[in-house]
């Protein structure tokens, strides 16, 4: 469950609420009873695998075929 702290209590120890929130916890800001803000993580990029679409994409003989003039003519315009 969410730990709820008051605005006085999230500035004096912002910080320390942070360290918990990188760690994975909810902390909610109340106002009062009153909850008005949320403290997440941010969702972590997952890093990219080289050759992850490995077999799903396939290149066909005609892509290295040169291109046809009037398309190479369009190019140097």
């Known amino acids: 469950m969410d730990d709820m702290v008051s605005i006085h ?5 912002l910080s320390r ?4 929130v990188e760690a994975g ?3 909610t ?3 009062g009873r009153t909850p ?7 969702a972590s ?5 080289f050759g992850a679409m490995r077999g799903q ?5 005609e892509f290295f075929e040169p291109l046809p003039e009037d ?4 190019w140097d315009q």
């Open 45 to 49: 990029k997952a890093k990219r695998e």
């Open 57 to 61: 994409i396939t290149i066909g003989p």
């Open 17 to 20: 609420l942070l360290a918990r």
């Open 36 to 42: 008005i803000a949320k403290l997440v993580p941010i």
């Open 71 to 74: 398309e190479l003519a369009r």
């Open 9 to 13: 209590a999230a500035k004096t120890h």
């Open 29 to 31: 800001i109340a106002r």
């Open 25 to 27: 916890e909810v902390i």
